[in-house]
């Protein structure tokens, strides 16, 4: 029996809707990798699924400590091997966790952070994966500076509203970004509801496995 959580879970509708569309191309992707970061997991949601439909993946949870509390008891709920309690990560802090992963996840994080949030994310990641590590983020992006639907318009309008420092980023300055940090681009997925899904691999061939790993 699962174990009971220590509070009520979180809940985001948005998960439920884009989890599926989200699995299919992860099973794909994934499919030879063996540890995968999640950076900014949120309610936890999305972690707990992927781990149960991707069994040979040991999936490490992180957030800022205020999200905490719903990670866990999303986790803790399901009661599943291959979770790791989440991480406290900012990813403008200097010091990234020392993990031992070939593969980092994110679903709507960067129109969520800052810019210099996302440069920090980039450089975080290029320095974690090691050669032939995958990055693949989940959200909507613009191409050549323009949306590529009217929702997303509105969507941006919305975050920018929020919180000035934040909107959907352009597909061609996150290139730049991923170029600089050693990734270069392996797949851009259309995914439902004007998102996309990139998947960036770190330079280097054949894939390293990282230590402990084998």
Same mark, same amino acid.
């Given at each position: !029996?699962?174990?009971?959580?220590?509070?009520?879970?979180?809940?985001?509708?948005?998960?439920?809707?884009?989890?599926?569309?989200?699995?299919?191309? %992860?099973?794909?992707?994934?499919?030879?990798?063996?540890?995968?970061?999640?950076?900014?997991?949120?309610?936890?949601?999305?972690?707990?699924?992927?781990?149960?439909?991707? =069994?040979?993946?040991?999936?490490?949870?992180?957030?800022?400590?205020?999200?905490?509390?719903?990670?866990?008891?999303? %986790?803790?709920?399901?009661?599943?091997?291959?979770?790791?309690?989440?991480?406290?990560?900012?990813?403008?802090?200097?010091?990234? =966790?020392?993990?031992?992963?070939?593969?980092?996840?994110?679903?709507?994080?960067?129109?969520? !952070?800052?810019?210099?949030?996302?440069?920090?994310?980039?450089?975080?990641?290029? /320095?974690?994966?090691?050669?032939?590590?995958?990055?693949?983020?989940?959200?909507?992006?613009?191409?050549?500076?323009?949306?590529?639907?009217?929702?997303?318009?509105?969507?941006?309008?919305?975050?920018?509203? /929020?919180?000035?420092?934040?909107?959907?980023?352009?597909?061609?300055?996150?290139?730049?970004?991923?170029?600089?940090?050693?990734?270069?681009?392996?797949?851009?997925?259309?995914?439902?509801?004007?998102?996309? !899904? %990139?998947?960036?691999?770190?330079?280097?061939?054949?894939?390293?496995?990282?230590?402990?790993?084998?």
């Amino acid at each position: !029996m699962p174990l009971q959580p220590t509070q009520p879970r979180p809940f985001a509708e948005s998960c439920e809707q884009n989890r599926d569309p989200i699995l299919a191309v %992860l099973r794909r992707l994934f499919a030879d990798r063996r540890q995968v970061l999640e950076i900014g997991s949120g309610t936890g949601q999305h972690a707990v699924y992927f781990a149960r439909y991707l =069994p040979w993946l040991f999936w490490q949870t992180s957030d800022q400590a205020e999200h905490h509390p719903g990670i866990r008891a999303w %986790l803790t709920d399901a009661a599943l091997p291959n979770t790791g309690l989440p991480l406290l990560l900012d990813v403008r802090q200097p010091d990234w =966790p020392a993990l031992a992963v070939d593969a980092v996840f994110s679903a709507n994080t960067l129109h969520i !952070m800052s810019w210099p949030a996302v440069e920090a994310c980039f450089a975080g990641v290029g /320095r974690l994966l090691p050669a032939g590590g995958q990055f693949a983020v989940y959200g909507p992006f613009n191409y050549g500076g323009e949306y590529t639907s009217a929702g997303n318009a509105r969507f941006d309008q919305w975050l920018q509203q /929020r919180d000035p420092a934040s909107g959907v980023r352009n597909f061609e300055d996150l290139a730049q970004l991923a170029q600089a940090a050693g990734l270069h681009l392996r797949e851009d997925v259309g995914m439902p509801a004007n998102n996309r !899904m %990139l998947c960036w691999e770190k330079a280097g061939w054949p894939r390293a496995v990282p230590s402990g790993m084998a």
